[in-house]
């Protein structure tokens, strides 16, 4: 991308833009946090209450203890990179990608389908959208626009590139 493709957006534009990837880095990034300070946080009980596509895969990962500790270490970890990515604008476009392809793994897990019963409350009511897959989509978005050239740290990543070219 070249600077100039960054110019054709409008101030409001950009504003936007940067204001949704802020917020949604926020959300992604607390919830890696939040994990990371609860003592002997797992995904255990999000993964039993698995009843769609990823179910077979959410079993096989809670009889295996190691894998199971390799995906709660991945999932924390993912999610702090992947807040903090979109918070500084640093591989945003990467981190957008990443976010949107757990988070969809997350609703693929437990989609809000008529017939599927879940044991935990969930918070609202929802029928086959639910705010994860609108977040998805909202990181989607951010993927294909490139607010980390507008205000963030991929600016200079790109100065890094193209100086190196």
């Known amino acids: ?41 797992s995904s255990i009980g999000f993964l039993n209450e698995s009843k ?47 976010g949107a392809i757990l988070l969809f793994v997350y609703y693929l897990n437990n989609p809000p389908l008529i017939g599927l019963e879940y044991t935990v409350p969930t918070e609202g009511s929802y029928l086959i959208i639910s705010k994860t897959l609108i977040e998805a989509m909202a990181l989607v978005v951010l993927a294909v626009f490139p607010s980390g050239l507008f205000a963030g740290l991929d600016i200079f990543v790109h100065q890094y590139r193209n100086r190196n070219k």
Do not use: C
Request: net charge positive; charged share 10%.
């Open 1 to 41: 991308m070249h600077m100039k493709e960054t110019t054709d957006y409008s101030p409001m534009q950009r504003y936007v833009l940067v204001a949704l990837r802020i917020l949604v880095g926020w959300h992604i990034l607390y919830e890696g946090f939040s994990k990371l300070l609860i003592p002997n946080w």
């Open 52 to 98: 769609w596509l990823l179910s077979g895969v959410s079993k096989w990962i809670v009889s295996n203890p190691g894998v199971l500790n390799a995906v709660d270490f991945l999932n924390t970890w993912g999610l702090i990179a992947i807040g903090l990515g979109l918070i500084l604008g640093l591989f945003t476009k990467p981190a957008a990608i990443s």
